[in-house]
């Protein structure tokens, strides 16, 4: 295991000198930027779902939050992008800290149920208001200045290599075993003295400030947000299919599976066009039924 | 090489195909001349088309993969305001052009881009256009419901209507927003019912006409003028709903009634000529404005002799062509400034233009549901 | 001081009273056993003291603290270690690592590892280390609960029915490793449990619950002579083979 | 008063027939312990099938409602033998994953044959509406009111009145203790998802008749009838009356007074609200599957 | 017939990869009880398993009333009279007493009434808790229900696994009257793995003893009680 993470370091290097080496940059700047921005999501949700053991089907609720705090802070009030993603993470990780105490007394689909119906009525609340561009969206500034091609592709990179980073430390330190406790029996957990509510709701406040933060660097790399592509729920099953597809509570499952989804989606996508969605559904299904553990499940 | 992300399925299925259908009209008849001259070379014209199924993410999406995969700089627009919104953004990241003939809301025009033009009357005319003819008739009208869907073209429309009917001093008895895709409007139509206004007024796509009157109908509910945004001059408006399509008011941002000189068609007439041999039925607006996008572009391009986006850019700004759709002129924001717009009544199985010039009477107060 | 202090606890679920005014104090080093009917309320009155209910009325005090209102996890850390009668583990991990997560408040992890291998090898366990608790048999559980008790460093451990299942060959093993925890470290027991003749071993005060009332509280030998235990508890055979 | 009965009237209308929507999802969710995010894309298919038997055959949309369950329940047995005997045992959060991969399946299945465009079933005898006193009511929506409520008392007494109920519930709880008293849960499996997937069908039906509708219905009448199943609260069939006409009553009164906009809002921050304090639901009662 | 209930031989299955059980031969006649105990993890549990068909043997023979019933799924083998009350209990947590007793009585479904009224007999208790959730009986009373639930199929084999399992004494002896009288009014055979050993001999007409996956011992419940090295053992210690 400690091997095959090392071969990850050395792919996060390979990506990082990738802008120089590939032909056709704006086509696979895309697409590597597409793929990062998945593994991110994944991995947040890792530390969730895979060491905690809540499945926050909805938790681009706070992709959504992160987005748009981004958003509105360049757009009406002209703070920097560095600055304004930074708030906007934390406006997610923050939003997750609060409601996780009586949210996170659900567990397994009810819980996954209401982070989607979460997801759904935030989406209404900022289709439904004025300063969030109501349905119209809004449309963020263009990003001009150095490494103007590459810029989102290093902001992707920087952020799943932050997820994985903190993948591995949870997989490795005393707070993550506190979180694996928490995942295999909440009342044992208590009884060994790991108190519950407090952990899972900073695991809950992990994930959701990765996730703003992706949602953030999204929002500006795409230019036009609306309420239907920041509360996806689209968005959130194609999370969860990478997560499961490469294995949960592994380190390396979600960027593997984040990458095979979306190259092969990338694939059927440009070649398929008209009829990607009935592809993409079938391989859901077939992956699902196919490696029902993940490539390197472990549970 | 032009590409375009066009709805061919969804809410605007009928609308992306008439836009298609003008896309397509004017390429068949530029090949037929032997392409776009550029310099002095001539290019046929080739159209990628994407189904963008009425959804402006995806748009977004199949914008960026024909600027970036399949390597077109030219850009036709999408149908519907939100779709070219959401395109607009994409263009403009990557430096390419865009000119397009679907997409009305005054919104896209405040957002600083320099790569995006339209050739439709902002939205907010389609309202005033409404209420300027109702206001028009007699007995004149004293109350009026204005009912809008929520997305960024008919929000646009209902309010210029919103805003005409208070300056020429109707009561607005009812200004209310329902979500895209609603498919009940039932307690809407409770609240109209109460109110019984002389005008409504529907802010919609073409899905939403239809469902406006269908469910007037139902509610018993009698105005004496029902005026909506998109869907009357479209021939499938009268298709779906037969005799309860008669009297209902539409406004056009070109209708074949106009007389105007053209490069590629001759004239108006040359147009609807070409447009009836080819489809079996008289044009509309959307077809139309397609058209009209395209021959914009491709007069800039000639007169660029360049494919280079600046050059043609900087035509597009300076150009001022009359052609069988108006005047195309377009100010620094990209928009059209340069031509009127009308509006239709459905007499008769047909949409006749009543207003500002008169093919026709306007039927006012307009008959009870049967 | 007294190790614990329960001060008129009651229970009920849904109408059902399950403790009905509970009161009684343990001293520091003491063993306690308790006993009962099936349904009884041994259980809840253990849950109600680790914290995984919530008593409707009354008290409960850790050496002198009130901890009538304290999370479990702070209970634990306090120093009350338990075990569950259907056992709880982390079932998808191993056992050693299910005894880790218990001593999560040591130092680095090489260091917790070895620690947590000890008290393994301590409940006659280390041969499973490495498998994961959810292939263990019965008898295996309740030592890896047993283990992951005591790695807490509890000054009191609550058992519940540690002994259930066992054949005698490990409830000697067990017995003998309890016998020694408490001399060792002066560690407070109390256990719930049916198995009688493993109880006598370890202790000279029993509490006999019936119908969530405390029954009788003092030595077992005057238990085998109480009416009212026996009626209640033990069967007339029970008395009958002598003890 | 007038406008209030008025209101009361289509709540009833409208929620009768949630109520009988979410019945399919509801069972399958309680017994196989799936929730199918699919649902709401087979209810879309049953529309489907109601529109094409009526536009290529000619086939009148309430005769073809047998023809509906009879479909509904085939595909159920299908779907049955083909995945959900082996996703039984995965984590339930993966037959969530699970399903809506079905869901987009189904949908973009559709979406291709039919194009994303509007259909509607026109029952021309149903056209129009009633008016009494002051009060207004559209003939579909008494229909498919009727029906509704037909369908669903016929569920009631099936599930009410036989072993079968009992066994289906013994395999939502505890497959292995199922086998050791004799029951067979592959069969219930394929019994359940069966009359689950009947449903669906014939509430698609009901919905072609009732309202226009695309491919893309399904994941919003999927949230309804998750809605009422968790307003409710699982497993009875009164549960998913009370919550249907809980969510009707809901829809129509704030679509009156807050707007069109807000009422997917307001149903998701009720539905929350109801997870988070009362997770068993208005009535109470615990759900399947929970010990 | 043989005048053997069921009759197991060289059986051999065990976890993944891993074998528990190793040629265990063992049989039981009609109408006997016969009880099995040993050390801890030493596959007991496991061998009752593969005889309910819940686990799959690896080899070996297991038949029933001279059949063989290897490749017969539980279900099928319920109805044909065998029954288990298994570790674990297997009880429909969600249900009430009643409906899980009702349960079990699937396969006879005519005679349910008769049944629940023979079992409410043996365990008043349960009779007291009819309406209550299985999930909310405490340990004991749970053990209880499972027991009456596998005598609802009115087997021809009954197995129990962990008889006494956190049972009072009281209702231990109770258990034990219990199982002497259901073999005698029923004159059906049982199998019974039982940790107290003194228990399990007075109440078996046979005994097997398990260790690491096979059988080390076996013999007459009265003959092993005498044998030293079961004293020493098993009965000494306390
Ligand atoms: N969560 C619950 N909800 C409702 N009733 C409960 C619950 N937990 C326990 N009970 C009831 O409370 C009573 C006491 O249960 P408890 O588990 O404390 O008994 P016990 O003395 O431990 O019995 P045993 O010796 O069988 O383990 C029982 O009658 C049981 O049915
Ligand atoms: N599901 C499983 N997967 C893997 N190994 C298992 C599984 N269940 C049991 N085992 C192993 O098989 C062995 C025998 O287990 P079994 O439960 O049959 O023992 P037992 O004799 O019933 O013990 P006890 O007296 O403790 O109940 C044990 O070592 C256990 O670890
Ligand atoms: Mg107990
Ligand atoms: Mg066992």
């Known amino acids: 295991m400690a091997r095959l993470e090392k071969v990850i370091f050395i792919f996060f290097a390979v990506l990082a000198v990738l802008p120089l080496l590939l032909p056709d940059w704006p086509y696979w700047g895309r697409v590597l930027s597409s793929a990062l921005m998945l593994s991110s999501l994944a991995l947040a949700q890792n530390v969730l779902l895979g060491y905690t053991g809540y499945p926050a089907f909805g938790g681009i609720a706070f992709f959504g939050i992160g987005g748009y705090t981004t958003a509105i802070l360049m757009k009406s009030y002209s703070v920097p992008f560095l600055p304004s993603l930074l708030v906007g993470g934390m406006v997610a990780g923050f939003t997750a800290l609060i409601i996780a105490p009586p949210l996170m007394r659900l567990k397994s689909h009810y819980f ?42 290093f902001m992707f990179l920087f952020l799943a290599l932050i997820s994985f980073l903190i993948n591995l430390w949870v997989d490795r330190s005393v707070f993550g075993y506190a979180l694996k406790a928490i995942r295999e029996d909440e009342v044992a957990a208590e009884s060994v003295g790991v108190n519950t509510v407090l952990f899972k709701s900073f695991s809950f406040g992990i994930s959701s400030f990765l996730t703003g933060l992706v949602g953030g660097v999204y929002a500006y790399w795409i230019t036009y947000i609306d309420p239907t592509s920041m509360f996806d729920p689209l968005l959130s099953v194609k999370t969860f299919v990478a997560l499961l597809l490469g294995g949960v509570g592994t380190t390396i499952g979600p960027l593997l599976g984040a990458f095979l989804l979306e190259m092969v989606s990338e694939i059927v996508w440009s070649g398929l066009t008209e009829v990607h969605g009935i592809i993409l559904g079938l391989l859901i299904v077939l992956g699902i039924l196919l490696v029902p553990r993940g490539i390197l499940g472990v549970r | 090489r032009l590409g375009a992300a066009v709805s061919f399925s969804g809410k605007y299925a009928k609308e992306g195909e008439l836009l298609k259908r003008g896309y397509e009209l004017w390429k ?55 779709q070219v919104f959401a395109a607009a953004g994409v263009v403009e990241k990557y430096r390419a052009l865009m000119v397009q003939g679907g997409g009305a809301s005054s919104k896209i025009y405040r957002q600083g881009y320099r790569h995006v033009f339209g050739v439709f009357n902002i939205a907010p005319d389609y309202g005033k256009n409404l209420i300027d003819l109702a206001v028009s008739l007699k007995p004149r009208p004293k109350t009026v419901a204005i009912i809008y869907e929520k997305d960024i073209f008919s929000e646009d429309a209902a309010r210029g209507a919103l805003e005409e009917a208070k300056k020429k001093g109707l009561k607005v008895v009812l200004f209310e927003g329902y979500p895209k895709g609603t498919q009940d409007l039932s307690s809407l139509m409770l609240k109209i019912r109460m109110k019984r206004p002389d005008v409504v007024i529907g802010a919609g796509h073409f899905k939403d006409s239809v469902l406006v009157i269908k469910q007037l109908k139902q509610f018993r509910i009698n105005p004496k003028f029902v005026g909506l945004t998109v869907g009357p001059p479209v021939p499938a408006f009268v298709k779906a709903l037969g005799k309860d399509a008669e009297y209902v008011f539409g406004p056009v941002q070109w209708s074949k009634a106009f007389r105007y000189k053209d490069p590629l068609f001759g004239s108006t007439e040359g147009f609807v000529k070409a447009y009836r041999e080819r489809y079996g039925e008289d044009p509309e607006y959307h077809a139309a404005g397609g058209t009209a996008a395209a021959l914009a572009l491709q007069i800039a391009i000639e007169r660029a002799g360049s494919l280079e986006v600046d050059k043609v850019r900087k035509e597009l700004l300076s150009m001022k062509v ?41 039927v006012y107060p307009k008959p009870e549901w049967k | 001081m007294r190790a614990l202090e329960v001060i008129g606890v009651e229970k009920s679920f849904g109408g059902n009273k399950v403790l009905k005014g509970i009161s009684f104090g343990v001293e520091e080093g003491e063993t306690v056993g308790i006993v009962g009917p099936n349904g009884s309320g041994k259980t809840t009155l253990l849950n109600v003291i680790g914290g995984v209910i919530r008593q409707d009325r009354g008290r409960v005090l850790a050496f002198g603290k009130d901890i009538s209102s304290r999370r479990p996890s702070e209970r634990a850390r306090l120093g009350i270690g338990r075990t569950f009668q259907i056992t709880r583990l982390f079932s998808n991990l191993t056992a050693l690592e299910n005894v880790m997560i218990a001593l999560h408040y040591g130092s680095s992890l090489p260091a917790t590892k070895e620690k947590a291998l000890e008290i393994l090898e301590e409940v006659g366990l280390s041969h499973k280390a490495k498998d994961r608790a959810s292939s263990l048999s019965l008898a295996q559980r309740k030592r890896l609960e047993l283990a ?83 009626k209640a508890y033990l069967g007339e055979r029970y008395v009958g083979k002598g003890s | 008063m007038d406008l209030l009965l008025q209101l009361l009237l289509e709540a009833l209308l409208l929620g009768t027939f949630y109520a009988f929507l979410s019945l399919g999802f509801s069972l399958t969710w309680g017994v196989l312990n799936i929730l199918n995010l699919a649902y709401g894309s087979l209810v879309v298919l049953g529309s489907y099938l109601a529109y094409s038997l009526f536009n290529a055959v000619g086939v009148d949309p309430i005769v073809s409602l047998p023809i509906s369950f009879a479909v509904g329940f085939g595909l159920g047995l299908l779907l049955q033998a083909s995945f959900v005997n082996r996703v039984i045992k995965l984590e339930p959060f993966m037959v969530l994953i699970l399903t809506f991969g079905l869901d987009i399946l189904i949908s973009h299945t559709l979406n291709y044959f039919f194009k994303a465009d509007i259909r509607s079933i026109d029952v021309p005898y149903a056209e129009g509406s ?15 009111f009727i029906l509704s409520l037909l369908f669903t008392f016929l569920l009631f007494v099936f599930l009410k009145f036989t072993w079968t109920g009992r066994a289906i519930r013994a395999v939502a709880l505890d497959v292995e203790g199922a086998r050791l008293v004799g029951i067979s849960p592959e069969r219930v499996f394929a019994l359940t998802m069966g009359i689950g997937t009947g449903i669906a069908f014939l509430s698609g039906n009901l919905y072609g008749i009732l309202q226009g509708f695309t491919p893309f219905d399904g994941g919003f009448l999927t949230v309804k009838a998750f809605l009422v199943s968790v307003l409710g609260g699982l497993g009875r069939v009164e549960s998913a009356l009370l919550g249907g006409l809980f969510l009707g009553t809901m829809e129509i009164f704030v679509s009156f007074y807050a707007g069109e906009s807000w009422k997917l809002f307001a149903s998701l921050v009720l539905m929350i609200l109801v997870l988070i304090f009362r997770p068993r639901g208005l009535m109470g009662g615990k759900y399947y599957g929970e010990a | 017939m043989s005048g053997k209930v069921l009759e197991v031989s060289d059986l051999r299955a065990g976890y993944g990869d891993v074998e528990i059980l190793r040629s265990i031969h063992l049989h039981v006649s009609d109408g006997e009880i016969v009880a099995i105990f040993g050390s801890n993890g030493s596959g007991k549990s496991t061998f009752l398993k593969v005889v309910a068909g819940l686990l799959r043997p690896w080899g070996g023979s297991v038949r029933y009333m001279d059949e063989h019933i290897e490749e017969l799924s539980p279900e099928e083998r319920v109805r044909r009279g065998i029954a288990l009350a298994a ?43 009819r309406k209550t959730l299985a999930g909310d009986l405490s340990g004991g009373q749970q053990q209880m229900l499972s027991i009456g639930r596998a005598l609802m199929s009115e087997p021809r084999l009954l197995m129990i696994d962990e008889l006494s399992l956190g049972l009072a004494p009281a209702v231990v002896d109770r258990l034990a009257q219990i199982i002497l009288s259901i073999r005698e009014k029923e004159g059906i055979s049982i199998l019974v ?11 078996s007409d046979r005994a097997y003893v398990f260790d690491l996956g096979t059988i080390v011992d076996e013999g007459s419940s009265e003959e092993l009680l005498r044998r030293d090295s079961i004293r020493r053992t098993y009965l000494s210690l306390m």
């Not at chain 1, 119209?136 to 103007?148: A, K, S, T, V, W």
């Not at chain 2, 195309?328 to 010039?357: H, L, N, R, S, W």
């Not at chain 3, 719930?192 to 619950?209: I, S």
């Not at chain 4, 009633?130 to 579909?140: A, E, H, Q, W, Y």
């Open chain 5, 193 to 203: 793995v039982e940790q107290e050993v003194s228990l399990a001999l007075e109440i």
């Open chain 3, 148 to 230: 992951r008790a005591l790695a807490l460093q509890p000054r009191v451990l609550l058992l519940d029915e540690v002994f259930a299942g066992l054949n005698p060959v490990s409830i000697k093993e067990i017995v003998d490793l309890l016998k020694r925890l408490r001399e060792e470290r002066r560690i407070t027991l109390i256990l719930a449990e049916h198995v009688l003749k493993a109880l006598f071993q370890l202790t000279e005060r029993v509490l006999v619950l019936s119908e969530g009332r405390l029954i009788f509280d003092g030595r077992p030998e005057d238990m085998a002579q109480n009416e009212e235990v026996i």
């Open chain 1, 112 to 153: 996954a149920i209401t982070t989607l119906a979460l997801q759904l009525a935030l989406g209404e609340v900022v289709a439904n208001l004025e300063f969030t561009g109501g349905t119209d969206g809004i449309n963020l500034p263009i990003y001009r200045g150095p490494f103007e091609g590459y810029f989102f592709h």
């Open chain 2, 28 to 82: 068949e008849r530029v090949n037929a001349k032997g392409g776009i001259k550029v310099g002095n070379k001539r290019y046929k014209v080739e159209i990628i088309y994407y189904d963008d199924r009425s959804d402006p993410k995806t748009t977004a999406k199949l914008v960026e993969k024909l600027i970036t995969q399949d390597k077109v700089r030219f850009i036709l627009g999408p149908y519907g305001s939100a």
């Open chain 4, 130 to 144: 009633l008016v009494v006193g002051n009060l207004i009511v559209s003939k579909v929506k008494l229909l498919v």
């Open chain 2, 322 to 362: 009359e052609t069988f759709y108006g005047v195309i002129g377009f100010d620094e924001t990209g928009k059209i400034v340069t031509k009127p717009m009308a509006v239709i009544q459905i007499q008769g199985g047909k949409p006749v233009t009543v207003y500002p010039f008169r093919e026709a009477e306007p």
């Open chain 5, 87 to 129: 570790e674990g209990r297997k009880l429909f947590l969600g249900m009430s007493v009643e409906e899980n007793l009702l349960l079990g009585s699937w396969i006879k479904r005519d005679k349910v009434r008769e049944n629940l009224e023979r079992v409410y007999e043996y365990f008043p208790q349960l009779r007291e808790k």
